[in-house]
């Protein structure tokens, strides 16, 4: 038997296997579902509900990465006023620092507003 037989043999395997395991995965516990929903909607009419920490945690990433690029640029700078020579390549590593540093305060941003919803 040929690599290309064996190959599609087994893609039929994982196809048939996959379409068998469908139906016994969508079965739902109604009495189960129906106590989550309910969990779910208690939790997002309280008035502590996911927009507090949303937005407490939004804060905190922007105090964060404001103290961290102020640290960058005062370290930089004073860097530069120190050996004047080193000024390019010091500016260089400070915008791929800063630009790292964006990049996850942006991340962390996205995360605080996905998860409440």
């Known amino acids: 038997m040929n690599s290309v037989k ?50 407490l945690g939004a804060g905190l990433v922007i105090i964060g990465a404001g103290i961290g690029f102020g640290k960058i640029g005062a370290s930089a700078l004073e860097s530069m006023a120190r050996q004047p020579e080193t000024a390019g390549r010091v500016q260089t590593a400070m915008i791929i620092i800063g630009a790292l540093l964006e990049g996850v305060a942006f991340f962390a941003l996205v995360i605080c507003f996905l998860l409440p919803s």
């Open 6 to 55: 064996k190959l599609g043999l087994m893609a039929l395997a994982l196809v048939l296997t996959m379409s068998m395991a469908g139906p016994v995965l969508g079965q739902v516990d109604e009495k189960k579902h129906k106590q989550d929903v309910e969990k779910i909607e208690a939790h997002y009419k309280s008035p502590w509900g996911p927009g507090w920490g949303a937005g």
